[in-house]
């Protein structure tokens, strides 16, 4: 049951992947691989069935049928939890921070260093935890004792996203993390995702910013009305095959497999 | 890998202001604090005693013993407005139960545990059902005065001075009055909870961002029920301390309570939008509202006006903390 391609196991498939919402379609059979380490750019309009995938696979959702390997080995999530324990961490747009909590405080949040066996935050380890996490990271946030509503869109992004690598997810699945962030930010949270997936995480994005994906994606999979439309190798596509793609020119006989 | 320099750094002076726009508020209410000592002990002749400032601390020690738990519940940006009742409640049943002939601290353990479950009935419909708080200890407000009433028919119970329990409102300790003790040591243990445990945390973090807390994995219907409990059991102890204090349980006890200790928590900077909170500037802000209450009336001014002056403060402790206190720092709201 596992695809093997030059000898190693991917790190996901999802095969045949179906959802309907009443008389809505909302995936109509996707079938997504991604690789160990692997950064798959997810493109496609608004109501292509991205979100709803990706939700499928943090186990926010539950397909109606298909199937999902992870790691070799057929999964099936009651709950974002069930996924989470397999090392699939989602990052939301939005949702994702308390802005009066500390930066170090964020990272840890719901499983805090603690001491006096267990009664008190052990504050002193959290930032010193932090400071060693964020530089593994290569994140330049010089302190971590100031709450995150003081930080920059793209700190606050990429405190975000350190904290779901704080898990040591195997696939990490980040939804617009650049939307609303200014250049130099989108600088800081693009780094950051080369960084983490060169530690062999693999990685999932969404986003509607075309140019991003080139910067830092192996695969860019298009997506068309809950179809799969298109899985494109990034370093041999360009942008305006990419866009036609997302809009479904039938130009040629692309491999759209539109039923 | 190397680092691009594009990034934005987060200055020291980033820092400071964070820190500044935080403590503002507490800042403030230590400087007014200060000065409303040095105008009354200028103003009113016996007001900078010994005395006088010990009866003050027991005269605010319900106040801070409530504001206390109020401060969690206000920081996960709830509100418990049924506190006065329980109060006017615990007193009344406890002179009530004591006049029965119970043994004291059977009476007492029954009086505190039926506080917690009041603030447990407010926490259940408010965090686990999702009923706004404020409807809810609206409610209960009503139901918990009318059952003092109902207990008490209307009329004053004694409690028996010979009995131990008087202690608790009218003892001292080396001089200082038992509720001024006991007041300060339960606003430490709620300065060291919310700062130093993962329960503060959580606390901070349900009122800031409850989803996001949620999505961690934190069972934050749990925190949003915990601290109902506690002011619930809060008000169960500022209503044996009141009544023990009189050596009668009143239904009318604490009338007007809960706008006194959410005066004190909003007037310590404490955000009612949630996620901000200043244990500090609760103890400061019980302070002033007491300062107020005894130098007015040591200065013969109509005990009427301390009302009309309390709510002024409360309306200009949100003005301030919504409108100016929130310029300064970085914490976007």
């Known amino acids: ?259 | 890998m190397t680092v691009t320099s594009q990034r934005v750094v987060t200055t020291r002076s980033a820092r400071a202001n964070a820190h500044i726009g935080r403590h503002a508020q507490t800042i403030a209410i230590a400087v007014v604090l200060v000065v409303l000592l040095i105008f009354f002990a200028f103003s009113a002749d016996r007001f900078a005693t010994t005395g006088n400032l010990l009866n003050l601390l027991r005269q605010i020690a319900p106040t801070l013993v409530v504001a206390t738990a109020m401060t969690f519940v206000i920081s996960t940006s709830g509100i418990d407005l049924s506190v006065g009742s329980t109060v006017a409640l615990s007193g009344s049943l406890l002179a009530i139960v004591l006049q029965h002939g119970w043994n004291p601290t059977l009476a007492l353990v029954a009086i505190l545990a039926l506080g917690a479950l009041i603030g447990f009935v407010n926490g259940w419909f408010s965090s686990y059902q999702n009923i706004p708080p404020f409807i809810v200890t609206l409610a209960m407000l009503s139901i918990m005065r009318g059952t003092a009433l109902r207990a008490t028919e209307g009329y004053s119970t004694p409690i028996d001075g010979d009995l131990w329990i008087v202690q608790i409102g009218q003892g001292r300790i080396a001089g200082v009055p038992v509720p001024a003790i006991l007041a300060v040591v339960v606003a430490l243990v709620g300065w060291l909870v919310l700062t130093r445990t993962p329960f503060g945390r959580y606390v901070i973090g349900l009122g800031s961002n409850g989803e996001s807390l949620r999505r961690t994995g934190v069972n934050t219907r749990k925190v949003g029920l915990t601290v109902y409990v506690l002011t619930g059991l809060a008000a169960a102890v500022a209503g044996v301390l009141i009544a023990t204090r009189l050596s009668s349980g009143s239904s009318n006890a604490g009338s007007g309570f809960e706008l006194e200790v959410i005066t004190a928590v909003v007037l310590g900077g404490t955000s009612l939008f949630g996620g901000r909170a200043s244990m500090l500037g609760t103890i400061l802000g019980a302070l002033t509202l007491g300062v107020i209450a005894n130098g007015l009336v040591l200065l013969h001014v109509s005990p009427f006006y301390v009302q009309i002056v309390q709510g002024g403060i409360l309306l200009l402790a949100i003005f301030a903390n919504s409108k100016v206190w929130a310029k300064f720092g970085a914490i976007r709201k």
Not at chain 1, 189 to 210: M, N
């Open chain 1, 1 to 259: 049951m596992t695809d093997q391609e030059a000898g190693r196991v991917d790190r996901v498939v999802m095969r045949d992947i179906r959802k309907r919402y009443g008389m809505v379609d909302a995936l109509r059979g996707v079938t997504l691989r991604v690789g160990p380490g692997e950064v798959v750019g997810l493109v496609g309009d608004n109501a292509a069935g991205k979100s709803t995938l990706m939700k499928v696979l943090a186990g926010a959702v539950v397909p109606d049928s298909g199937e999902i390997v992870f790691d070799g080995r057929p999964v099936a999530f009651a709950s974002p939890r069930d996924a989470r324990e397999l090392g699939i961490e989602m990052v939301y747009q939005d949702l994702a921070l308390c802005d009066d909590i500390d930066v170090a405080g964020n990272l840890f949040l719901g499983r805090e260093p603690r001491k006096a066996g267990g009664m008190m935050l052990d504050v002193r380890k959290m930032h010193a935890d932090a400071r060693r996490h964020l530089d593994a990271l290569n994140i330049r946030i010089p302190l971590t004792d100031i709450p995150v509503g003081g930080l920059s869109g793209g700190q606050r992004q990429a405190v975000a996203i350190a904290r779901a690598v704080t898990f040591g997810p195997k696939l990490l699945i980040l939804d617009e993390p650049t939307a609303a962030l200014a250049v130099a930010e989108v600088e800081t949270v693009l780094e950051l995702i080369k960084t983490v997936s060169a530690q062999g995480v693999s990685v999932i994005l969404i986003t509607h910013r075309l140019q991003d994906l080139f910067r830092v994606c192996d695969r860019l999979c298009v997506m068309y009305e809950g179809t799969l439309r298109a899985d494109l190798d990034a370093q041999n596509t360009s942008l305006e095959r990419l866009v036609s793609e997302i809009v479904a020119h039938d130009e040629g006989e692309k491999e759209g497999r539109r039923r």
